[in-house]
């Protein structure tokens, strides 16, 4: 089932382009939390690139990017590709091959060919997408059969840009939502979820009270028939 209309709505509905106008060069979650991604896009990385074998090869889109794109060091790739809403950060970000600034709230079609890259990554920003159903299906267009694409998320979130569907549900729901991103386009594997759940009360980890930011991840491959 789609959103519905105010679900996709936010509190703040100016252009998004103009609240990212100045840049953040902060990280928007612990470093528990950039870690298991970190570890997360070692494995699956490494795997996706089986199906072009030496991950050298794989292509990457780093999609809602910013200035770190909290790949891997040791790893190399043929092309990382950033995309965002703020050039400086973008530019900062020493992994990015090539970089475009695009709302995609106003503009959800990529500027990418099909079937043209191995993963497809969003770090802590699906949650502003009002328009996902739409944007999964460029995921899934601009994938190579068998590509990934792995969303990743905690409980933080600028409160006032995410979409009302994110912010009134709980953590359990949000999942399920990505979830339902992946399964409204068809040709998209079953979703994957993986969870680490911090073991403090919310408004201690608000307070950055030690414990660990929540992890959680959705991801899914880009069927091979």
Request: charged share 20%; net charge negative.
């Amino acid at each position: 089932m789609k959103l519905k209309p105010e679900e996709r709505q936010k509190l703040d509905d100016t252009d998004d382009q103009l609240f990212y106008d100045y840049p953040r060069f902060v990280t928007h979650v612990d470093e528990g939390f950039i870690q298991q991604l970190t570890d997360l896009y070692r494995d699956r990385l490494r795997d996706c690139a089986l199906h072009n074998p030496g991950s050298p090869n794989a292509r990457i889109l780093d999609m809602m990017s910013s200035w770190v794109s909290h790949l891997p060091e040791e790893m190399e790739f043929a092309h990382v590709e950033g995309h965002g809403l703020n050039a400086e950060e973008l530019a900062r970000n020493s992994r990015l091959n090539h970089y475009f600034v695009q709302n995609l709230n106003l503009h959800p079609q990529l500027p990418l060919p099909d079937q043209s890259f191995d993963a497809v990554l969003n770090c802590v920003s699906v949650q502003y997408l009002q328009y996902p159903e739409a944007i999964f299906s460029e995921i899934h267009r601009i994938l190579k059969p068998g590509g990934v694409a792995i969303i990743s998320f905690s409980n933080r979130m600028f409160f006032q840009k995410a979409i009302q569907a994110w912010r009134d549900g709980s953590e359990t729901t949000r999942v399920e939502l990505v979830k339902h991103y992946f399964t409204s386009v068809p040709g998209f594997t079953v979703p994957e979820v993986i969870v680490n759940k911090s073991t403090i009360p919310n408004f201690l980890q608000w307070l950055g009270v030690g414990g660990g930011d929540p992890f959680y991840a959705v991801l899914a491959h880009r069927s091979l028939s």
